[in-house]
Every structure is written in structure tokens, then in C-alpha cells.
């Protein structure tokens, strides 16, 4: 089973910028279309942005034009620049396959954006 480790988190004024990188234990991370999803404390995780292994992206339509996902195959990483941050992206960022046959989930890595 693949280990994922979210990190870069952290506080934001509105308008700002943070990237995010999920590390994966094993190189089968890197065969397999991965996924970035936040969650609100009361509310249900929602996808964010994906990226399949040949690197052809997706974004949800509240983060297309801010979010940029990414991979690195030799580090068995992924990467989230998020730009022109909003109050709304406040939540947990977590990583995993692209939807379906989840991984046991991380820690996650909180995103806080002031207005």
C-alpha cells in the first residue's frame, strides 16, 4: 500500500500563493493518475485537480486558471501551485489516486486564507 505525506500548507493572505507536494512511498505511485481534494470540517472532500500518469491534467472549475498540478516521476511526488488564493480555498488538502480505489488518506495539509 502506498504511503502519501501532504506538506506546504499553511496561512495566506487573499491573494496569495502556496504548492503544495504529495510524496508517495512507492515507485507504483508514479503509474497511476493522482489527485488533489480538499475538505471543510462538516462538509464532504471534493476534488480539486488531478493528473493522469502521461501528464494530461484536470481542474475543477473554481480552481481553473489559479491551480497548477504537476508531477516529478523521479522524486514520486506531486505538486499543487495554487495562486491568487481565495478565503474559499480555506480547507485540507489531501492527495490520491484519481477517483477511485483511494489509498489509505495522509495527514493532509491545511490551507488557511485570510481575507
Known amino acids: 500500500q502506498v504511503q502519501l505525506v501532504e506538506s506546504g500548507g499553511g496561512w495566506v493572505q487573499a491573494g496569495g500563493s502556496l504548492r503544495l507536494s504529495c510524496a508517495a512511498s512507492?515507485?507504483?505511485?508514479?503509474?497511476?493518475?493522482i489527485a488533489w481534494y480538499r475538505q471543510v470540517p462538516g462538509k464532504q472532500r471534493e476534488w480539486v485537480a488531478g493528473?493522469?500518469?502521461?501528464?494530461?491534467?484536470g481542474y475543477a472549475d473554481s480552481v481553473k486558471d489559479r491551480f497548477t498540478i504537476s508531477r516529478n516521476s523521479t522524486k514520486r511526488a506531486v505538486y499543487l501551485q495554487m495562486d491568487n488564493l481565495k478565503p474559499e480555498d480555506t480547507a485540507a488538502y489531501y492527495c490520491?489516486?484519481?477517483?477511485?480505489?483511494?489509498?489509505?488518506w495522509g495527514q493532509g495539509t491545511q490551507v488557511t486564507v485570510s481575507s
Open positions: 493528473i493522469m500518469s502521461d501528464g494530461g491534467t
Open positions: 512507492e515507485f507504483a505511485f508514479n503509474r497511476n493518475a
Open positions: 490520491n489516486r484519481w477517483g477511485a480505489n483511494y489509498w489509505n
